[in-house]
Nanobody, 122 residues
Framework: QVQLAESGGGLVQAGGSLRLSCAAS????????MGWFRQAPGKEREFVAA????????YYADSVKGRFTISRDNTKNTVYLQMSSLKLEDTALYYC???????????????WGQGTQVTVSP
């Protein structure tokens, strides 16, 4: 069982940066692949980035590649999403999720946080 809690969201101007954190509880965090998803109002939840338990495999959505960086610290049971060059279209509720295997489909993930809001202003 893994429990997840996101933090770090907020209001930022376009072109700015934010770092999201996702703290996990549970003794087996370092065996889970961790993912970030986001959901804008009226839209389906979409994949943003994912990182394998050893950080040897990292995946990004094309829309964030080159702007976002996912990382994890297994000693702190935390995964991060560094977001730079933020755009208006990055505005969404951001969720972290955990599962054993990679998927870019949110339906495949077993564990979820409550989400943290990111709002990008002009």
């Amino acid at each position: 069982q893994v429990q997840l809690a996101e933090s770090g969201g907020g209001l930022v101007q376009a072109g700015g940066s934010l770092r999201l954190s996702c703290a996990a509880s549970g003794p087996t965090f370092n065996r889970y692949l961790m993912g970030w998803f986001r959901q804008a109002p009226g839209k389906e939840r979409e994949f943003v980035a994912a990182i394998s338990w050893s950080a040897s495999r990292i995946y990004y959505a094309d829309s964030v590649k080159g702007r976002f960086t996912i990382s994890r610290d297994n000693t702190k049971n935390t995964v991060y999403l560094q977001m730079s060059s933020l755009k208006l279209e990055d505005t969404a509720l951001y969720y972290c999720a955990a599962d054993r295997l990679f998927s870019n489909n949110w339906l495949d993930y077993d564990y979820w946080g409550q989400g943290t809001q990111v709002t990008v202003s002009p």
